[in-house]
């Protein structure tokens, strides 16, 4: 056997993550490895939490990224807070909420599911009737963008009805951050995870996190030990961290991706220099250029407007239309992807990203092109 080195295509990626990246930040994965212990890259390190911070709209002084994909950031999140027997109610209106729910439960955890429609956003009222059957829920769980119907909640909403409830909330943002409005500290978030490769175009497998000081009181107040070791938070904040408590000092608790957090930081400068606002109005915009041209298409969208992610465009498969066939077409010969149903979706919906760096007029053009082709076909 005669192994070559892989070339990847240069495809358009238009699917729900990973999407495109910019060749700034490719370039940035390429640099020399250097210790993760160096003083230079711990310097990177602290300008990547600040960069975050930026991001989320937050002052907390624990926000750094998981070295794991977005599921690890779900998974940090819930096993850091949630000790067995709290209660947590969670919302589920798609893929990502059932995925909060098999956490609590692995926990052993209460669970508490409020179930809204796939492709609607989830319902604040019927939320607020199970805050008031269960006052001693400990947590509010939700998706704010559900990746795998396009449907966007209403977080600031959650978190006010949370806070009012005396609950925590711990809000799922892998697909939100960066693509469309998000203020962590304005709407009282106190726990939140993100995906790199999402809107924040950088290259799969880290998870930028963030706690607020009620969360990290509800940690220090634990009374079992966090059962994952790699991502108990307490160990790891003093490998990010070169705050008082190790006194300026980074001890060594696991290898750091170093070359992926050079990506990390220059899509996070990416997005400085664009500035936030200007890339939640650009995402918008984006969205209403593909919207007009899918429905000049005959194709129509699954989740009502005001639910509507402009970075993940779900629509339904024209009847008749061989699902596989128009993606293989779309891939094979125009080198674009998009994204498959999932779930209850799979086999009728096609999800559509316009994310980060993918979010631009030519990819736009590009895809619609390639659609109506691979439609007449
Ligand atoms: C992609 C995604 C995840 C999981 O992230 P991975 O990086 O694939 O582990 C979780 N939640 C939502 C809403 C997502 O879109």
Known sequence: MQYTSFN?????????????????????????????????????MDEVKSLLQYAFQTSNPITMAVSAPGSAGME?????LVEPGDKVIVCRNGVFGSRMLENVERIGGTAIVVDSPWGRAVDVNKVE???????????????HAETSTGARSDAQSLCQLAQQYD???????VTSLGGIALNVDEWGIDAIY????????????????????????????RSHKVQSWFLDQTLVMDYWSSSESNKGKRSYHHTAPV???????????????????????RHAEMHT??????????????????????QLNAVHIPEGID?????????????????????????????????????RKENIALCLAALKDALKR
């Open 8 to 44: 990847p295509p240069a495809r358009t990626l238009m699917g729900p993550g990973p999407s495109d990246i910019s060749p700034r930040v490719l370039q940035a994965l390429s640099r020399p490895t250097i210790g993760h212990l160096d003083p230079l890259f711990v310097a990177m």
């Open 167 to 173: 609950c925590l909330s711990i809000v799922d943002a």
């Open 259 to 281: 070359n992926a957090l050079y990506a990390l930081h220059e899509s996070l400068i990416l997005l400085h220099q664009e500035g936030l606002a200007a890339s939640w109005q």
């Open 129 to 143: 009737d199970a805050l008031k059957a269960h006052p001693d829920a400990r947590f509010l769980a939700f998706v």
């Open 194 to 221: 993100s995906g790199s490769q999402k809107c924040l175009s950088c290259t799969p497998g880290l998870s930028p996190i963030s706690f607020s000081e009620k969360a990290v009181q509800k940690m220090k107040a």
């Open 76 to 80: 940090t999140c819930f096993v850091n």
């Open 289 to 310: 250029i593909l919207r007009s041209g899918l429905e000049k298409l005959g194709i129509e969208f699954i989740v009502p407007e005001q639910d509507r992610l402009p």
């Open 323 to 359: 699902d596989a066939k128009v993606r293989n077409i779309m891939l094979n010969e125009y080198n674009i992807e998009i994204g498959a149903g999932l779930g209850g979706f799979a086999g009728k919906a096609w999800r559509i990203g316009l994310m980060g760096y993918g979010a």
